[in-house]
């Protein structure tokens, strides 16, 4: 569908020629009401006329476009937007495209050549905009684009005037960014490359030529578009070529050493390590520098961490020697228990946003409510009490600064729904160690348990800033992966708001984290205010699907991944984007206000209706062949590559008990690294097996043999019978069965 400015009202500074020109006469031809504006006056700002406008608006009105002149300077703001106002009745996009040259080298730079070129291209631009601003608060829509130069970017020879004022329009634009995000303002930056008045003087004919001015105008179009939701870019284009600009900072090197002065000395020797761009980062705000900085420096700042040998301790956290894959990986850390009752699953539910104002919310609400059940993404808080109290700087070979480490990424599969109450163990492995360069990734498996039945499984992966370069490998077969989105519009979309107080109750949990609460412990992580908890979003996120998809039916809540994005602040509106393929739901949840993603590549698992229903669960008690199929699970966890070599194949079961279909399962030992979950296969499996939970117990620990009970009729196999040998690969060793 072709992008149209039907009902939009669009002012172009500087548009009697060239790139302002080729702006006004591509908005009109897309319905847009147009403001021409053009002083009239030369490349130097001397002169006025009202002919360059003139023309530019008997184009537009030629081809049966809306257009009107406007001849002010563009220090009269004021003047040209009451045009756009009077005219048309409104302004929803202002494209500062007025500039002048005064071409000096600097030594000749005279004080009229320097304000000269700063009135029009920053103050002018700053005038034009601060009149048009008011106006798109109010209406809640605004697109505005800056325009800088390469010279602004790069510097070149007799344009300090110039690149002074372009350079500074980019700063002003970034400001724009952020302050008009509450209202949809967007805000961006171009540094065109085109044939125009400024640039003939300085180029050939033949390369004028290549660099048509109407190359330019589509970009400028998309960024003012009411679908376009980027902000704060900076783009340079030219000949049909476009490509983003972006910050880019060395990791840097902490010359500080705790009570010591710094000296000139210091900053000489360790020059090389400042400016080294290898792993070089991006920080996209202030914020994000300064939590770097501090998140840097956190280890000398801290006490006992310098000791007697702070140049050791400020290179220990700079370097990644501190890491060593080998001696990490498999290492486990000391089994915790977590004692809840429906206290905490109440609390919790209301932490990630549930309410009584919504009557599907009661049954997570109400300790006596019918249903009364658990949300499935409780999982993750024994998992992370675990991992916050089982000493994970204590392993041998990671040796990490836990300040410095960044919750990346979640995974969290559930293998029956979750009690209301009860004691529950977690055991918590080192799965993997990655080296990304610009730090390393850590992932933390850990198994829940209620007595010697495996609830639940998390996957935590970790970052640590800083703490790369140690030689490791940069991916691994044991990370649950995330996910991209079908490319097409989602299936459904959940808005749901979160309270100034969100981040404060959902704290309660479990996640003491003063970054979460304390205004200045956030200053020091460099945020402005207190942010949401991720693990709360993803609880938000995750009951959106269960409501939308499941009926609010938390035993059809199968796994959840989840890749933390962005930080939310309390307060802001998070808006929950979801496509339906099989049993997956894809999703990505954004801040409404902002369209920033918060969650990307995400997805959730679940069961399918039938598998799940009350009704075809046993009556009295479990199935034993459950605890099996636990064991099964942890064993392709550990072995699955491996399995998935030697067998090729996807198992299903059905187990029965009294005559009734009890429970499905899955065992793929062919896709991946091979998995086990509960449900039928989406596809055909190569074998089935229908056994009562009875049998079932019997034949796998080795007292019946699988021959005897598939000839008496206890065993039914449908399918490539041959291929139910390979099982022996995962059954033996019946005493752990």
């Not at 290179?315 to 290492?331: D, E, H, K």
């Not at 000391?334 to 009661?362: E, I, N, R, W």
């Not at 940069?474 to 995330?482: F, P």
Request: net charge neutral; with cysteine; proline share 4%.
């Amino acid at each position: 569908m072709s992008l149209s400015f039907e009902g939009r009202v669009v002012l172009v500074t500087g548009a009697g020629g060239g790139l302002g020109r080729e702006y006004a006469l591509a908005f009109a031809e897309r319905g847009a009401s147009v403001v021409v504006n053009d002083l009239g006056g030369d490349i130097k700002g001397a002169g006025k006329s009202s002919a360059a406008a003139d023309k530019v608006v008997e184009e537009i009105r030629a081809k049966g476009g809306k257009a009107v002149a406007n001849y002010d300077s563009v220090e009269d703001g004021e003047k040209l937007i009451q045009t756009a106002l009077d005219t048309f009745g409104r302004i929803d996009v202002v494209v500062n495209n007025a500039g002048i040259l005064c071409d000096r080298s600097f030594a000749r730079t005279s004080d009229m050549d320097w304000d000269l070129v700063h009135r029009v291209h920053l103050r002018g631009s700053f005038m034009v905009t601060r009149a048009a601003w008011n106006h798109m608060k109010k209406q809640k829509f605004g697109r505005i684009i800056m325009t800088t130069s390469a010279a602004g970017i790069y510097g070149n020879f007799g344009q300090a005037n110039y690149s002074a004022a372009k350079l500074g329009l980019l700063g002003l634009a970034n400001t724009l960014a952020i302050e008009g995000l509450q209202y949809n303002i967007k805000c961006n930056t171009i540094a065109p490359v085109a044939s125009s008045r400024l640039t003939e003087t300085v180029m050939s004919e033949d390369l004028l030529a290549f660099l048509k001015s109407e190359y330019v105008a589509p970009l400028v179009l998309w960024l003012c578009h009411e679908q376009c939701q980027e902000n704060g870019g900076l783009f340079e284009v030219g000949a049909g070529w476009m490509g983003k600009l972006r910050w880019e900072r060395s990791l840097g090197h902490i010359v500080k050493q705790k009570n010591q002065p710094i000296t000139p000395e210091a900053v000489r020797d360790q020059w090389d390590k400042i400016c080294d761009f290898t792993d070089a980062t991006k920080p996209a705000s202030i914020q994000e520098s300064l939590q770097s900085i501090i998140s840097a420096l956190s280890p000398v700042e801290s006490e006992g961490e310098v000791g007697a040998n702070p140049t050791a301790a400020a290179a220990s956290a700079a370097s990644p020697s501190g890491i060593n894959p080998t001696v990490a990986v498999g290492q486990k850390l000391s089994a915790t228990t977590f004692s809840f009752t429906h206290t905490q699953c109440v609390l919790y539910a209301l932490g990630v946003g549930m309410s009584t104002k919504d009557p599907d919310h009661l049954r997570f609400l109400y300790e006596g409510h019918q249903d009364f059940s658990c949300l499935p993404t409780f999982g993750v808080i024994p998992s992370q009490a675990a991992m916050m109290d089982g000493g994970l700087s204590s392993i041998p070979g990671l040796n990490i600064d836990l300040t410095r480490m960044l919750h990346g990424e979640q995974y969290l599969e559930l293998f029956k729904p979750l009690p209301t109450s009860g004691k529950l163990t977690s055991e918590v492995t080192i799965a993997d160690v990655l080296d990304k360069g610009s730090g390393a990734v850590i992932l933390l498996d850990v198994n829940t348990y209620s007595g010697d039945e495996l609830l639940c499984y998390n996957q935590f992966s970790l970052f640590v800033v800083g703490a790369g370069g140690f030689g490791g490998r940069r991916t691994s077969e044991k990370a649950k992966a995330s996910l991209p989105p079908p490319k097409r519009a989602p299936d459904a979309v959940v808005i749901d708001a979160t309270t100034r107080d969100q981040a404060a109750l959902y704290r309660l949990s479990g996640d003491w984290n003063p970054l979460h609460i304390d205004p200045s412990f956030a200053a020091m992580g460099g945020f402005e205010a207190p942010i949401l908890h991720g693990l709360c979003s993803f609880g938000f996120a995750a009951r959106h699907v269960l409501k939308q998809f499941a009926d609010n039916d938390p035993s059809r809540f199968k796994a959840i991944k989840v890749r933390f994005a962005k930080p939310v602040m309390p307060g802001q509106s998070l808006q929950t984007e979801m496509w339906k393929e099989g049993n997956r739901i894809h999703l990505q949840c954004k801040v409404k206000e902002t369209g920033t993603v918060v969650l990307a590549g995400a997805y959730v698992d679940l069961h399918g209706a039938s598998e799940a229903s009350p009704e075809n669960l046993p009556q009295g008690g479990g199935l034993q062949s459950e605890l099996v199929f636990a064991e099964i699970g942890r064993r392709i966890k550990d072995l699955g590559a491996e399995l998935v070599k030697k067998v090729n194949a996807v198992f299903g079961w059905e187990i029965t008990k009294d005559g009734k279909n009890a429970a499905q399962w899955t065992i793929d030992l062919k896709n991946g690294s091979g998995s086990l979950h509960k449900g039928p296969y989406s596809g055909k499996a190569d074998v089935t097996f229908t056994v009562s939970d009875e049998d079932f117990m019997e034949v796998v620990q080795g007292k019946v043999n699988p021959q005897k009970a598939f000839f008496s009729g206890k065993l039914k196999v449908r399918g490539n019978i041959m291929l139910s040998q390979k099982l022996e690969v995962i059954l033996k060793d019946y005493a752990k069965l």
